[in-house]
């Protein structure tokens, strides 16, 4: 029971992720890319500040001592990953774009192998190939299929991949307390983004005098959940479980995308539940054989 419960943080993170997918093209013909990146940090500091100052009290000593890997991941991860993938959900599918991502457990295993020297196994390897196998039928399933088109926005989703898999090898070696490390990474890239976006707004874009109620329910809740909730459970699970075997639950994006995508219709096919099965047998089969190798 002690072992089902470390997996908890990567599967709500992927399940609060993959509300970012389904619901950020909407806010993103709103406001545009660049003010959504920076809003999303400074609203989630509201929940993290707090968080961090009452559960865990970080020293500000512990804080400064690792500045610069804060910013280095900072700017990986909240700022370059973010930025990269709000600007290919406005040329691509969000479900095309979750599916993408799904090739990231593999990115990060094999840079795990040669960064952190962790043991990849043959066996591992398979766990992540069942697991993108199944999300990749969950789409064909879904009846969107013809969403799946390739764009120059998908280029974009695979350096942001890149820039994540960078971000995961860096995290482990971070001794800064979860919360408090992704409020700071969270409150240096809201103070990157400042004056990129005062001039994105020199530049014409004036969103945020024409915004609706709707609108503002959309960025609040990518603040929140997408933003501090899956960073913080990622950031605990990173610590719990280790990278790889964290980076192997991604492939759940693309079932909890789709299913979102499909929400309003309340229909799911036996397509999609076996493919939903392949990602869980993959996502399993891969974290036990980590586990069996360390």
Known sequence: MRSVRLYVPAVFAMAFWATNFAFAP?????????????????????????????????????????????????????????????????????????????????????????????????????GIAISFVGAVIVVLGTGIAGEFTVSYGDALVLVAIVLWTAYSMVS?????????????????????????????????????????????????WIGFIPSAGAYFLWNISSGLIGPTRT????????????????????SVTPTQLAGGALVLIGVTYANRTARAAR
């Open 26 to 126: 909407v806010v993103l013909e709103s406001i545009g890319p660049i003010q959504l990146t920076g809003m999303r940090w400074f609203i989630s500091l509201i929940a993290l500040v707090p968080l961090a100052m009452i559960m865990e009290k970080a020293t500000r000593a512990v804080i400064v001592s690792e500045w610069k890997t804060h910013v280095v991941q900072a700017l990986l991860g909240y700022v370059g990953y973010t930025l990269l993938l709000y600007y290919a959900l406005g040329v691509t599918s969000p479900v095309t774009a979750a599916v993408l991502i799904s090739l990231n457990p593999a990115t990060i295993a094999i840079a795990a192998r040669f960064v952190l020297h962790e043991n990849l196994s043959t066996r591992t390897v398979i």
């Open 247 to 266: 980076g192997a639950f991604l492939n759940l994006i693309p079932v909890f995308t789709a299913l979102l995508v499909i929400a309003v219709g309340g």
């Open 172 to 220: 482990p070696r971070i001794t800064t307390p979860p919360i408090t490390a992704t409020a700071v990474h969270a409150g240096i890239s809201g103070i990157i983004m400042i004056p990129v976006m005062i001039i994105d707004i020199a530049l014409g874009n004036g969103a945020w005098l024409h915004l609706d109620g709707f609108d503002w329910l959309g960025i609040l």
